[in-house]
């Protein structure tokens, strides 16, 4: 049994959790030990974060017992839902219940829940401006966790809701990366306009995240909004044409294109541009870096990030 402060860790197999998992990991002195919570404890990424020192335990967000057996004799708890394995708001909101359950009755002392903004408190379902999508929402990947922010204030769960920002990774992996357009030319395609989108490097919502859990009680029931920079199309454009040393267009196009680009979630993305375009104060204001540098010092920018992983940037 260690007398660390286990930190059970959802996700810890994939971009948030693994980043937060790999910071506490890094500080093996810092008195917190990693519970890795994941469906398949025989993957590869469970082993090597096994390997590295991680407890490694089974559990389904779909099954609230097994979350209960996860969560017992932890300290605290890092939970998050990923949308995009089902596209189901209503699904997102059932694994957040499922887990504040599970917080109550484990009796966690800090609870971070990596949540977004509920967009329909900006645009409500009947402002035209964008469609309502799935019956009820506006940009559903956002608004389902935002809906689920009460629940763990409801059942009195010490909680720091985590806001968090575009992954930079997403050029990486998510297909929002430079494609050639008919002209042979490389661009980012994004219906922002001239305004800011905030983004971040996936290791420092980790690193963010644990930052959080060191300060304890500071945070618990504050909300906590994080990026590394705010930045154009246009400079996200500039700044990929001088890392890459190849010419990167930004093409601007209306939220309406985007939503009829045909990718699955094509719609829900063009709306969450959108609304993260109109309104760009409310987006932007909470998200300053300060708030994440605060926390770690080593927060990137988009340069320093490029400098780091332009090569994996796919170009096609
Ligand atoms: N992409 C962005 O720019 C961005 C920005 C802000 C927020 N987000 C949000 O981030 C969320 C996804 O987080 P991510 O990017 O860190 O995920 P990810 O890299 O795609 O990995 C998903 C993680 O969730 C775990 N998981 C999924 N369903 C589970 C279940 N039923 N039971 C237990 N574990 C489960 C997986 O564990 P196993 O497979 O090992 O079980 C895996 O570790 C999405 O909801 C998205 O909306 C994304």
């Known amino acids: 049994m260690t007398d660390k ?3 059970a860790v959802v996700g810890a197999t994939g971009a948030q959790g693994g980043g937060l998992a790999q910071a506490m990991l890094n500080e093996p002195t810092s008195g917190f030990a990693v519970r890795a919570l994941t469906r398949k404890v025989g993957s590869d990424k469970a082993k090597e974060l096994e390997k590295l020192g991680a407890e490694v335990v089974e559990a389904d967000l779909d099954d609230v017992e097994s979350l209960k057996r996860a969560f017992t004799g932890a300290y605290g708890a890092f939970l998050l839902t990923n949308f995009w394995e089902h596209f189901s708001p209503e699904k997102e909101f059932a694994q957040a219940k499922n887990m504040a359950q599970a917080a109550k009755q484990s009796h966690l ?3 971070i829940w990596s949540t977004l903004e509920d967009t329909r408190g900006w645009v409500p379902l009947s402002d035209n401006r964008m469609p309502t999508l799935m019956g009820k929402y506006k940009v559903p990947h956002f608004d389902a966790k935002g809906e689920a922010d009460h629940l763990f204030a409801d059942a009195q769960i010490p909680t720091t809701w985590l806001l968090t920002s575009f992954y930079w990774e997403n050029l990486i992996y ?3 990366g430079p ?3 008919p002209d042979g030319k490389l ?3 994004f219906p922002m306009g001239d305004k800011k989108l905030p983004g971040i490097a996936v290791e420092d919502i980790g690193k963010a995240a644990f930052a959080i859990f060191k300060k304890g009680k500071e945070f618990i029931g504050k909300t906590v909004a994080i990026a590394g920079e705010h930045l154009t199309g246009a400079q996200m454009a500039a700044a990929l044409t001088k890392a890459l040393g190849q010419e990167v267009r930004y093409n601007d196009v209306t939220p309406e294109v985007y939503r009829s680009f045909g990718f699955p979630g094509a719609d829900d993305l063009g709306n969450m541009f959108q609304f993260k375009r ?4 409310a987006f932007c204001g909470p998200r300053d870096p300060s708030v994440a540098r605060a926390l770690n010092p080593s927060l990137q920018t988009f ?3 490029l400098a ?4 994996r940037i796919p170009l096609t």
């Open 109 to 111: 002392q800090h609870v």
């Open 5 to 7: 402060k286990i930190i």
């Open 174 to 176: 998510f297909g929002a």
């Open 303 to 305: 340069e320093t990030w």
């Open 308 to 311: 780091h992983n332009k090569s």
């Open 278 to 281: 109109d309104f760009q104060e």
């Open 187 to 189: 661009a980012i395609t």
């Open 179 to 181: 494609k050639k357009g």
